[in-house]
């Protein structure tokens, strides 16, 4: 690309951020019955997790479409664990309930297995430091949405906790 710096990577990603951050809020605040846009959230995720690993360019290139998959498989398997659940609620037979536990302990290992998986595979494209950072940024980002939304609803706005 003609003109591109590097250097402002940075700077484009925080701008993109802060823009995205911002604009599902100012929405919601004209029309509060409005749910988030999925794809405008999952850009906000975006630029917050490669801006908190400090992605290099040639990084994010190779990490996002790791971390998407494994995202979409580790959905359908939290999917798969919250249907057992439920179906589990309404359980009285002692064996069906021993083998809801089992199903679970599969399920939970299976989780397990594609997240060591994943840290391997990613790994490869980040250093370990920010691998290790990944699961904490994330959850911090999830965070963040929940409690912008939590205060929307109770008609505060952004929350200032942290």
Request: aromatic fraction near 8%; charge should be positive.
């Amino acid at each position: 690309m003609v003109g591109f710096d590097p250097k402002n990577m940075k700077k484009i990603l925080i701008i993109a951020f802060m823009t995205l951050w911002l604009a599902p809020g100012l929405a919601l605040a004209q029309r509060p019955d409005a749910t988030y846009d999925k794809e405008k959230l999952e850009s906000a995720r975006v630029a917050f997790i490669t801006n908190r690993l400090d992605l290099k360019p040639e990084q994010a290139e190779k990490f996002w479409p790791l971390f998407n998959k494994y995202n979409d498989e580790r959905s359908q398997m939290m999917e798969q664990l919250s249907s057992l659940n439920r179906s589990s609620m309404n359980e009285t037979s002692d064996a069906k309930a021993k083998e809801i536990v089992q199903q679970r302990f599969v399920l939970q290992q299976k989780m397990l297995d594609r997240e060591k998986l994943f840290m391997d595979d990613v790994m490869k494209v980040i250093t370990p430091v920010q691998a290790v950072k990944l699961g904490g940024v994330n959850r911090e980002f999830t965070r963040q949405v929940y409690r912008m939304n939590q205060g929307r609803r109770h008609g505060g706005g952004q929350s200032t906790e942290k």
